[in-house]
């Protein structure tokens, strides 16, 4: 799996990561500090490391592999599955 564009929008917290075989992996902006602390026209400057199995910022010194943000979607879901578990 490797990432071919992405999509970034601070005011909604996304990160879209849309991958070679079609598929998107939606994450929060806010899962990742130096993405949170950045503006949206820092969010913007990013370029595909390794042929897309990472995402790097260079002005903010940050990188996110693709398989690190499907562990953070990963927990999030996990996360959000036992609250409603404790809801009922």
Avoid: C, F
């Amino acid at each position: 799996m490797r990432a071919s564009y992405l999509v970034i929008d601070k005011k909604l917290d996304m990160l879209l990561a849309v991958l070679n075989n079609g598929k998107v992996l939606r994450d929060r902006i806010s899962n990742y500090p130096r993405l949170k602390a950045a503006t949206q026209l820092q969010l913007e400057q990013w370029e595909l490391s390794g042929k897309g199995i990472a995402i790097h910022w260079p002005d903010l010194n940050e990188d996110i592999s693709i398989k690190g943000m499907i562990r953070s979607i990963a927990v999030d879901q996990a996360v959000a599955m036992l609250s409603e578990k404790e809801k009922v």
